[in-house]
């Protein structure tokens, strides 16, 4: 088990998911509902299950695109998605 691997990709994931929109969900729904645990074991599940299928993803597209285009692509997505959100109104 690579453990700096472990460590880096929690502290990269854990900085990135901050104040995201699943984030606020989750305290809306804990606000309104007084119920910590179910919502916990909600966000905990959507999260761990989108996870899983990135990584799969991420195992199996290698094999389809070199591992450079992977990368372009995730970064390109990841650019207009930003873009989206900077230029929307609303």
Do not use: C, H, N
């Amino acid at each position: 088990m690579d453990w700096r691997l472990i460590v880096s990709t929690f502290a990269l994931v854990f900085v990135a998911e901050m104040g995201d929109k699943t984030q606020l969900a989750a305290i809306s729904l804990a606000a309104t509902t007084r119920r910590p645990l179910s919502i916990a074991a909600g966000a905990i599940g959507a999260l761990a299950a989108g996870t899983v299928l990135a990584v799969i993803v991420g195992q199996l597209l290698p094999e389809v695109l070199p591992a450079v285009w992977t990368r372009r692509l995730a970064g390109g997505i990841f650019l207009a998605t930003g873009l989206v959100m900077l230029f929307r109104r609303g």
